[in-house]
T-cell receptor, first 111, second 115 residues
């Protein structure tokens, strides 16, 4: 299986930039996903990385380094509604199409 | 399009009772997944259907859990008999394609409390 580690909590200010890191250990890496989850709601897909580098999608970007087993999610121009849990999930060839999730990072955006 | 819907949203049952959770995936999505989040832990994979067939059930905790997807549309997850450690949020997700990257679309989950 994988060890997927992310910080438990982070706090940032409205309008600022925040980077949420995720490290993982796996054999047969087959993709890394970031999801956002507001309390009591469904996790929603944010981004996907399978090759090294940066994927940009509006205010959100995700970076992957496969050799380091490392990814980050970058949120720019933070808004209050960005307060949520951010889940890093990894797929490997052994687990097929199942996603293995980290515990999530709870982000609080303050005024 | 309608998203993944799950029923009920909450369920409180006593130890030893039976509960059945239902998931309606997005129309046209052949892939259906069940996940569970126990308090304080990460979301964990339970099983994966492709249409009506079980593709992977390696995450099912034990034989008290039975998942079905007759006809390849909605799915049910039955827990019988329920134990205290079964409490948690059960998520269903669906996706359209198997062989390529296809993000999972999650439902809001069913919060199960076993007392």
């Amino acid at each position: 299986g994988q060890n997927i580690d992310q910080p438990t909590e982070m706090t940032a200010t409205e309008g600022a930039i925040v980077q949420i890191n995720c490290t993982y250990q796996t054999s047969g890496f087959n993709g890394l996903f970031w999801y956002q989850q507001h309390a009591g709601e469904a996790p929603t897909f944010l981004s996907y990385n399978v090759l090294d580098g940066l994927e940009e999608k509006g205010r959100f970007s995700s970076f992957l380094s496969r050799s380091k087993g490392y990814s980050y999610l970058l949120l720019k121009e933070l808004q209050m509604k960005d307060s949520a849990s951010y889940l890093c999930a990894v797929r490997d060839q052994k687990s097929g199409y199942a996603l293995n999730f980290g515990k999530g990072t709870s982000l609080l955006v303050t005024p | 399009e309608a998203g993944v819907t799950q029923f009920p949203s909450h369920s409180v049952i006593e130890k030893g009772q039976t509960v059945t959770l239902r998931c309606d995936p997005i129309s046209g999505h052949d892939n259906l997944y069940w996940y569970r989040r126990v308090m304080g832990k990460e979301i964990k994979f339970l099983l994966h259907f492709v249409k009506e067939s079980k593709q992977d059930e390696s995450g099912m905790p034990n034989n008290r859990f039975l998942a079905e997807r007759t006809g390849g549309t909605y799915s049910t997850l039955k827990v019988q008999p329920a134990e205290l450690e079964d409490s948690g949020v059960y998520f269903c997700a669906s996706s359209q394609l198997t062989g390529v990257v296809s993000p999972l679309h999650f439902g809001n989950g069913t919060r199960l409390t076993v007392t």
